[in-house]
């Protein structure tokens, strides 16, 4: 497995790409983030570890571009620390991210735990949703309504299949990190309203009918449905 390191910073570069191969990765750098989509378009990469503040083109865009074609993982590790700046990188396709400082160890727990969930969802039968004329393509995570697809990102789709199987029923805040985000997710709980309420646009864009997100106040959200 080759991990992609995007990192201005030539000591942290050093000690991630020392640890990895001690764990068995095959490991390539990038320095800037214009060299990152040049080798990413030119190169098979199995993960991303991903700075934020790099020389010319920065990592949110670097996400955002490598999200239009690839659902390789990603983790974002930046110096920022503000709840907006973590919230966007999330937003823009992240699986996780990282703080610096931060421990090698770190780094390969969070990797791993990512890893777990992409084997079990591969390893899931192929199947289909169907929710009030909305249908769930759970292999490649399509959503269409009467024929038009819905375009969703990873975690739109995982919040909506999920709401597809248990109509009617709520879950909070914490329910929705822990089964889409992944038990091992410290990330802040606002992201979940975030991906909501982008979620409930597309579904309002789509002019999907008898159906919608509500809010259960002080509990938190259900996929309702009326006839």
């Known amino acids: 497995m080759k991990v992609l390191i995007v990192e201005d910073n030539r000591q942290i570069v050093d000690v991630l790409t020392r640890y990895l191969q001690e764990a068995g990765y095959e490991t390539a750098v990038c320095y800037d983030g214009e060299a990152a989509l040049t080798y990413f378009e030119g190169e098979p990469v199995d993960f991303i570890l991903l700075d934020i503040m790099l020389p010319g083109v920065d ?34 396709g992240a699986d996780d991210y990282i703080i610096k400082p931060f421990s090698p160890k770190e780094v390969l727990s969070r990797m791993k735990a990512i890893l777990r969930r992409i084997h079990f969802e591969q390893d899931r039968p192929s199947a289909k949703l169907f929710l009030n004329g909305i249908e769930l393509q759970l292999e490649n995570r399509k959503a269409f309504y009467r024929g038009q697809e819905i375009r969703l990102t990873k975690k739109e789709f995982e919040i909506l299949a999920l709401f597809a199987q248990y109509p009617n029923k709520v879950f909070s805040r914490d329910n929705l990190l822990d089964t889409v985000w992944g038990y091992d997710y410290y990330g802040d709980s606002r ?21 919608s997100i509500e809010t259960v106040w002080g509990e938190g959200y259900r996929f309702g449905l009326s006839l």
């Open 191 to 211: 992201t979940v309203d975030s991906h909501i309420k982008r979620l409930r646009a597309k579904l309002t864009a789509a002019h999907v009918a008898n159906c």
């Open 59 to 92: 990592g949110f865009t670097i996400c955002r571009k490598i999200r239009e074609t690839s659902t390789v993982p990603i983790i974002m590790i930046t110096a920022k620390t503000e709840d907006a700046d973590r919230i966007l990188g999330l937003e823009v």
